[in-house]
């Protein structure tokens, strides 16, 4: 009797043990579901980074793309940096590369951050200097993290991911330098033709404008009034003026009163006196073009391209009409030291009123390819080098086909070479 009167009824003796087994289950439900969503907020995130990521790449191609259709050439060009921008950007993927990508839209403006419209044609169509693109990705379906909806007041969608991206054309950056030349603008305007030889007047020996030259093309002081002969006679014999000034920078009439024969035909592979070789660099070829050899006057750029590729050197002054002195360097010490050394960057100055100890502003930036070596000291034959020098106008510097060397990254506040796309947001 006792034994029984001490027992808890069978429903009472189970009923703690159930509830204690309930709570607990809830409890471990509520901690898998939180821990299952912080593990899916993770993957999810990242999986919203990759899908940013394509996207992002995909925005930025469409607007170099696009970019590089911003030339003023024809009043068109929005429509075809429209079709290059979606183009290009619509051949990336999203979604770990499982799905194209769709180009939402591509306008353009005529500054950075001023109001962009979408492609039009018409004369204000070629003002447009900016492209901009757009990309995006809606309904990005989450793997994990909808656990968290279990949790009360906690609601969690689909994800939109978007990127955009604008770019403009900009001056590349140049390898090849400035000579200490300037080409005068009068002689060089828009419609100038490229190939377009310019002639300067080099005084000759003995005169009071020994050195100097007039006409075309003078030389020029890029450090006035600190410039001279050996200034210049350095920048010829060295890589030239790299750092280039910007647009607006006043440059200085550098005269000179002294030859700068033995610095400049160093780039031909000719040297002399005080400038012996492995003191300055030649060209890969010395092949020479005055009047006498080159009827035309115009054009040689096509066969100086051949003769480089042969490492030509200069052949001599009977087929040139030039009196040079020095060594000569055979084809085979050209191309084995050699560098690109007669294409070069000079400035576009307005000569007019332009002499000894004036400046004039830099307009812009041309091409040019050394044609000849000047006749030393001046003298000698009458024609091309000692009074007449030449040099072939080859277009602007920030032309698209320029051929001044570039290596197409493009350059900062003082930049001159030939435009390239760039991303500026």
């Known amino acids: 009797m006792n034994n029984c009167s001490n027992r808890l009824p069978l429903s009472l003796n189970n009923r703690f043990p159930q509830k204690e087994t309930g709570a607990a289950a809830i409890i471990v439900a509520l901690s898998l579901a939180a821990l299952v969503g912080f593990v899916g907020l993770a993957l999810d995130l990242g999986k919203l980074f990759v899908a940013k990521t394509e996207l992002q790449n995909s925005a930025d191609a469409c607007a170099l793309a696009a970019a590089r259709e911003l030339t003023s050439a024809n009043t068109n060009q929005l429509v075809l940096a429209e079709a290059a921008g979606v183009t290009t950007g619509e051949n990336h993927e999203v979604l770990f590369q499982k799905e194209q990508i769709t180009i939402r839209s591509v306008t353009f403006s005529e500054t950075l951050t001023g109001g962009y419209q979408t492609a039009f044609t018409g004369p204000g169509a070629i003002n447009m200097r900016y492209a901009q693109c757009e990309a995006s990705r809606t309904g990005i379906a989450n793997w994990f993290i909808q656990v968290l909806n279990l949790l009360p007041g906690v609601d969690i969608d ?19 330098c400035a000579l200490p030349i300037g080409v005068c603008s009068n002689s060089v305007s828009t419609g100038t033709p490229v190939g377009t030889w310019l002639e300067s007047v080099l005084g000759p020996a003995g005169s009071t404008t020994e050195g100097n030259l007039t006409g075309n093309f003078v030389w020029v002081d890029y450090t006035p009034p600190a410039g001279g002969a050996s200034e210049l006679a350095g920048q010829l014999t060295g890589p030239g003026v790299c750092s280039l000034p910007t647009t607006g920078t006043e440059v200085g009439e550098a005269g000179v009163k002294s030859s700068l024969a033995n610095d400049w035909n160093s780039r031909f592979g000719i040297y002399q006196g005080n400038v012996k070789a492995g ?32 490492n030509s050197p200069y052949q001599g002054d009977a087929n040139t009409g030039l009196k040079i002195n020095g060594t000569i360097e055979n084809a085979s010490y050209l191309k084995a030291n050699g560098e690109d050394r007669r294409l070069a960057t000079v400035p576009i100055i307005d000569c007019s009123g332009f002499v000894s100890g004036s400046t004039a502003p830099v307009n812009e930036w041309a091409c040019i390819l050394m044609l000849h070596p000047i006749n030393n000291a001046q ?23 320029s051929p001044c060397a570039t290596n197409g990254v ?9 435009l390239v796309p760039t991303l500026v947001r």
């Open 158 to 176: 689909d994800q939109t991911v978007a990127a955009s991206a604008v770019a403009t054309l900009w001056p590349s950056q140049i390898t090849s």
């Open 279 to 310: 003191d300055s660099i030649p060209d890969y070829s010395g092949y020479a073009y005055t009047e006498i050899n080159w009827f035309s006057k115009s054009n040689a750029f096509a066969d100086f391209q051949d003769q480089r590729g042969n």
């Open 379 to 401: 003298g000698g034959n009458t024609q091309t080098g000692s009074t007449r020098m030449f040099v072939e106008y080859l277009g602007r510097s920030n032309d698209p086909n």
């Open 410 to 418: 493009p350059g900062g506040a003082n930049a001159a070479g030939p």
